[in-house]
């Protein structure tokens, strides 16, 4: 008995050459334990050298093998090859520019974390030797869920909202805003309120939970940008009933 074999849809585009993105198909032996990536790899390795991707942990810890199989965002490296039928689809993620086959643009993600300012934010720093800013195990499991997030852009594919509104932050940099917002040791919720309140901050978020269903560590992006925009709403209260004593 031979090799189990099945055919791959591989998404190609090559900015020299094509105008836009073109299908290629490929028949290739595969094994019962292969994940999504290896049979990328072998496509890549034994039949077809031309093709790009990324990929490097293997171990769904680096973020970098997310791709579109059979039209949903997977993270490649973790997805197991068993759970397709003899043709499986393979494209680049939805939402971002391709930048060649299945390589897409990250520019634009990027900017949009800096924006949130995903560091901690103080105004007094401690002396040397009074040793680092201490946390509780509760105060450490309040943002352990949301610290979870491996950048993998999953959420980004997913997200309707990302293609209809190039200009929404996005799933991810908003929790990661929300994680350092609820940080015990962080100050910087203020400056960061404006920019999650502002053009393309929480309450552009349709709350479609697409970005949640697509994480691989179950970080709940979505929840972390409802409590957002619940603590935006109690920022704004406050305001309106006491202007001078806003803040958080």
Known sequence: MGAQKKTFIVTRFDPDKDSVPRKEKYEIPVEPHWKVLDAVNYIK????????HRCSCRMAVCGSCGMSVNGEAKLTCKT???????TVEIAPLANFPIVRDLVVELEAFIEKFQKVKP????????????????????????????????????????CPQIGLN????????????????????????????????????????????ECSEVCPKDVDPAIAIQREKFLGLIHWARNFVSPKKGGR
């Open 45 to 52: 390795d034994e039949v077809d050298s031309t093709l790009s």
């Open 80 to 86: 197991a090859l068993s759970d397709y039928g003899d």
């Open 119 to 158: 560091w901690i934010i103080r105004d007094d720093v401690n002396d040397i030797a009074a040793g680092p800013y201490k946390q509780s195990v509760e105060e450490l499991n309040v943002i352990k869920q949301f610290s979870m997030c491996i950048n993998c852009m999953l959420c980004y594919a997913a």
């Open 166 to 209: 190039p200009d929404f932050i996005g799933p991810a940099a908003l929790a990661l805003a929300h994680r350092y917002n609820e940080d015990s040791r962080d100050r910087g919720a203020d400056e960061r309120r404006d920019i999650l309140l502002g053009v393309g901050g929480t309450y552009d978020c349709t709350f479609a939970n």
